[in-house]
Nanobody
Framework: QLQLAESGGGLVQPGGSLRLSCAASGDTLESYAIGWFRQAPGKERSAVSCISSSDGSTYYVDSVKGRFTISRDSNKNVVYLELNSLKPEDTAVYYC???????????????????WGQGTQVTVSS
């Protein structure tokens, strides 16, 4: 049974940085694409980024492109999301999800991801 756990969130000032971690247990991530999503209070969960396990391809939504970086450490079975140049509108609970395929596919659709962590809070405020 694949389980995911997010960590690394916190309170940062605008322009600051954080590194979020998505640690997997119960199974190796080599057969899964991992996506990052976020959900602000009263808002729907929306996609942020995805990384494939087939060729390591990465994908980003326009609002975070150039600021966020997704990566993986296969030896540690962890996927990271580096958040740079943070803005107040980035404030949300960040979740990682596992798609039971090596490719990201239509990564903007949360229903395509079968396993989720419990999320980690990111707050960007002065």
């Amino acid at each position: 049974q694949l389980q995911l756990a997010e960590s690394g969130g916190g309170l940062v000032q605008p322009g600051g940085s954080l590194r979020l971690s998505c640690a997997a247990s119960g199974d190796t991530l080599e057969s899964y694409a991992i996506g990052w999503f976020r959900q602000a209070p009263g808002k729907e969960r929306s996609a942020v980024s995805c990384i494939s396990s087939s060729d390591g391809s990465t994908y980003y939504v326009d609002s975070v492109k150039g600021r966020f970086t997704i990566s993986r450490d296969s030896n540690k079975n962890v996927v990271y999301l580096e958040l740079n140049s943070l803005k107040p509108e980035d404030t949300a609970v960040y979740y990682c999800g596992a798609r039971p395929r090596p490719d990201c596919g239509s990564y903007t659709y949360p229903l395509f991801f079968a396993s989720w962590g419990q999320g980690t809070q990111v707050t960007v405020s002065s």
